[in-house]
């Protein structure tokens, strides 16, 4: 590896702790989705304009989306289906304006301390502030 390859990765560590909340803190929403058909209900899709509207509003927010099943299967298939209901909130926001470049994803299957809801599948979304190395706000 070269001395350059060497800089980059300590700034890329760097910078990680930044993009991640506290395991205590709260979503800033959590969207549901329908296990048979991946469907958004209209209050959701509403729920998911307004995180939309926040994020085109400042662009030092980005969004982390984690998706999450209620538990009882196995692991992999957990991972997988809280997989497919990441994607359908991640297409969402893109429809409405987010660059994929400003998200970041987590699938966790039924892996959580708290059971959102039993019946449905849920994604967790955390508005995360970039900050700047310069230490500005």
Not at 30 to 44: I, N
Not at 54 to 63: A, M, N, P, S, T
Request: hydrophobic letters at 35%; glycine letters at 8%; proline letters at 8%.
């Amino acid at each position: 590896m070269r001395p350059s390859d060497d800089r980059r990765e300590e700034h890329r560590l760097a910078l990680a702790p930044d993009l991640l909340s506290p395991p205590e803190t709260e979503p800033d929403a959590v969207v549901t989705l329908d296990p048979k058909s991946g469907a958004l209900t209209p209050a959701m899709d509403a729920q998911l304009a307004i995180i939309a509207d926040e994020i085109i509003k400042d662009d030092r927010l980005l969004v982390r989306l984690e998706g999450y099943v209620p538990s009882g299967g196995s692991p992999a298939l957990d991972i997988g289906i809280a997989d497919k209901a990441l994607h359908k909130v991640r297409e969402r926001l893109v429809a409405q304006g987010i660059s994929p470049r400003r998200m970041l994803f987590g699938s966790f299957g039924g892996e959580h301390s708290i059971e959102r809801d039993s019946h449905r599948h849920w994604v967790e979304i955390y508005l995360v502030r970039r900050g700047y190395s310069s230490g500005q706000p």
